[in-house]
Every structure is written in C-alpha cells, then in structure tokens.
C-alpha cells in the first residue's frame, strides 16, 4: 500500500521502524546493518525525516542516535498509516469483532522491533479465547494482509521486553 506513496524503499523502513512503537531507536550503522543497506543511503533518509521533524536525534556513547518525534502533529497519523500498512489494524479489529474486548493484544518479535520481515507475531491475553475459531481467523487474515500471522494465547500479561501493547 505504501510503497506506491514512499518510493524509497529505505524511507519506508525508517518510517516503520520509528512509528510501529515510539520507544524505537536507532543510530546509522546499526539501521544500515539492520536493513541490509549502505549507510549513505540510510543517512540521507534520516536527515530528510529529521529536518521534516518527524524525527529527533540525540548524541549518546559516541553515536547519533535517532527515534520519532512524539510532540509531532502528524506523529500519531503516521503511526496509524503504518499500523494500517502492515495489517495490524486489521488483525485488531477482527479479533475484538470475533472474540470481544475483554482481552489484551501485544505484537512482539521483530515488528515490534520495527522490522517488516513478513511474519507478525502476537500474543492475545484474556480468560475465554475460543483458540479453534481464532486459529481460523487466523489464516483468513494471512491471506487478507499477505503476512504470516502466529498468534500465542495466554491468560497473564507477556513478560516480554520488546513487546508492544496494541490494546
């Protein structure tokens, strides 16, 4: 969806890295690891995010380090357009459609890192999941937002560090 909009496929990654979870950061060589490309290609796209504002950056331990401009009007937006683009709107909304509101949902793995590896993985926390009908669900959103869903139940909150809470 948004790679008709943001032709530069670095901007993109940046864009989902830093507006998936606001805690997300990143400094040059590392994002340039991280993605698999040049660090001059991934400077530029920073520099252009951070005069636009929707980024801040600050020096720590010898590195620029850079995260999402929270204050930003256009930051939640943003954040919602990427929500929207990898499909985890839409894994929202038919879960609570399906199964309720008395559940808790956590994106965690590598999205929740604000890498788009093609693989979401969640966990849905609640007391009354009816696991058969979700697993269901399940396969008809993969081929809805063209991703690989796993979805973990549990009845107590995730003790995990780079997880996100969705709802």
């Not at 669900?137 to 909150?157: Q, W």
Request: glycine share 6%; proline share 1%.
């Amino acid at each position: 969806m948004l790679e008709t909009i943001i032709t530069s496929k670095t901007r993109l990654r940046l864009l989902i890295k830093f507006f998936i979870d606001k805690n997300n950061n990143g400094y040059l060589n590392g994002l340039a690891n991280e993605f698999g490309e040049s660090t001059n290609s991934v400077r530029k796209e920073l520099n252009k995010l951070f005069d636009a504002g929707y980024l801040l950056k600050e020096s720590k331990d010898n590195k620029i380090y850079y995260r999402a401009n929270k204050k930003h009007t256009l930051f939640q937006p943003l954040q919602n357009i990427v929500k929207k683009h990898l499909g985890i709107e839409i894994i929202i909304e038919n879960i609570f459609e399906k199964i309720g509101k008395d559940i808790s949902i956590y994106l965690v793995g590598e999205y929740a890192l604000g890498l788009d590896t093609g693989h979401i993985e969640i966990i849905v926390v609640g007391k009354k999941i009816n696991k058969i009908f979700l697993e269901k669900l399940t396969k008809k959103l993969e081929l809805l937002i063209k991703r690989k869903i796993s979805i973990v139940f549990s009845i107590n909150e995730p003790l995990i560090k780079n997880s996100i809470q969705l709802v």
